[in-house]
């Protein structure tokens, strides 16, 4: 009676079975949104597909997983190819994601607009820090590939516009899976080279085509080169993240060789220009040297030398009678003064100085013996005054009365109270003391 039961390993193999034998669920295409995405640290991603009413768990291998060029978050709208089976050990049905997009956005754009948008929140693409083109370079580097139109165009405008300057090819593939890692090899080899400008870039294509200058690599290396960058990717409307880093972007190959050396016409209508204008200022400047030699020639100290100098003369005449003059006066004082000096009583007698010094000397002693005795007396008439008043309070001057001083343990007696029979007390008197005892 039990071989009509199976076990739940059999009913899920069956329809794994029934899954896998169908054809319409081999390859099939679904839209909805990511919910509960995962990375895997060994590059698997498992995630859940759904839409308004419906979900379905979704796992998409690393071989896969690897080849997508934008990062999936929950909440995004995407696109997925793959078939539907059964996880045996959980029994649920899932789909096996083999590619997917971004609903309604190719794969490349979302990965080319992420990355723009990181580059330039890191300040990749600040303006401030490009390096400027220099005018006349003496050696350009460009890095192309060794045919096609690119670099035709690039040595054939160059050799047109600037003849002098001298170029310099790094051979590079722009396509294909190994065409960002060349480019960057080259950036780098460049670097070692006397360069003054690098082209980088190539011809049009589709965005395929071009997607090695949407690299994040080749982005850091332009970033990084020390050596000013001019991007020539694709034609006019074109734009990938190398132009967007570059220190400069062309639109076209030819627009690059254009920007990155002058046009030598252009450089013989400036130094005409420059001739022009040297030879106006050096003229201008020979006239005007000429009207100032003129004026200068027309001065009196030009036609009448001799009178200038006499003219000196005559004034060095007046100031070294004049200074004569100073000093004689200036002798004659001095000498007033010293003749009044030497008659002076000081110089003549001497002594008479001496005897005016001594009889000050003896007043002034005499004040002062005088006003010290005052002073003395004074004060000794001061101490008198307070001796006397010490005297009216002292308590030696009441007991000389007739009045003592009891105490008892060193504590005067002020009351009857204060004693009690036995006590011993000590009387102090004028002239000693009596120790007693109250009875």
């Not at 029934?18 to 995405?37: A, V, W």
């Not at 793959?82 to 309604?104: A, F, H, P, R, W």
């Not at 967007?244 to 209508?269: H, M, S």
């Not at 004034?315 to 009678?321: C, E, G, I, P």
């Amino acid at each position: 009676m039990n071989d009509k039961y199976i076990t739940i390993t059999q009913l899920t193999r069956y329809l794994k079975y029934k899954f896998d034998q169908d054809s319409n669920l081999q390859e099939i295409f679904i839209k909805g949104e990511i919910s509960n995405f995962k990375a895997h640290t060994r590059g698997h991603f498992y995630f859940t597909l759904k839409d308004e009413n419906s979900r379905i768990n979704a796992v998409m291998f690393s071989t896969a997983a690897s080849k997508i060029k934008f990062s999936p978050v929950d909440g995004m709208k995407v696109l997925v190819t793959g078939k539907i089976s059964v996880y045996e050990v959980t029994g649920g049905y899932q789909i096996y994601v083999s590619n997917m997009l971004e609903d309604g956005v190719g794969n490349l754009y979302v990965a080319f607009e992420q990355l723009k948008k990181k580059l330039e929140q890191e300040g990749l693409f600040n303006l401030s820090i490009k390096k400027k083109i220099p005018r006349i370079p003496k050696t350009i580097g460009i890095i192309t590939a060794p045919t096609g139109a690119a670099i035709r165009d690039i040595l054939s405008t160059i050799k047109r516009r600037w003849p002098l300057a001298k170029t310099i090819l790094f051979p590079s593939l722009v396509q294909g899976a190994e065409a960002a890692s060349d480019i960057v090899k080259n950036i780098q080899r460049a670097s070692g080279y006397p360069i003054d400008v690098l082209i980088v870039g190539r011809g049009g294509g589709s965005i395929e085509d071009m997607w090695c200058f949407n690299e994040e690599i080749v982005a850091r290396a332009i970033f990084n080169c020390k050596i000013p960058i001019i991007s020539a990717v694709g034609h006019e409307i074109d734009f990938t993240i190398a132009d967007f880093v570059a220190d400069l972007r062309a639109p076209t190959p030819t627009g690059a060789a254009e920007l990155a050396v002058p046009n030598k016409e252009d450089v013989k209508n400036y130094l005409y220009q420059l001739m022009s204008r040297l030879t106006k200022a050096i003229i201008h400047k020979i006239e005007v040297g000429r009207k100032e030699l003129s004026q200068w020639k027309d001065r009196y100290c030009f036609k009448n030398p001799m009178s200038i100098y006499q003219e000196k003369e005559q004034s060095l005449d007046f100031f070294l009678d004049k200074m004569e003059q100073v000093i004689k006066k200036l002798l004659e004082k001095n000498q007033s003064r010293l003749d009044h000096l030497a008659t002076n009583y000081i110089f003549t007698h001497p002594g008479i100085l001496y005897q005016k010094q001594t009889e000050k000397y003896h007043i002034i002693t005499k004040s002062l013996v005088g006003n010290y005795q005052i002073l003395i007396k004074d004060k000794e008439q001061a101490l008198s005054r307070h001796l006397g008043k010490l005297e009216a309070v002292s308590p030696v001057a009441t007991m000389k009365r007739g009045y003592s001083i009891t105490k008892k343990k060193n504590k005067i007696i002020k009351s009857i109270k204060d004693v009690k029979p036995k006590d011993k007390l000590i009387i102090q008197l004028v002239d000693g003391i009596i120790e007693s005892e109250v009875i």
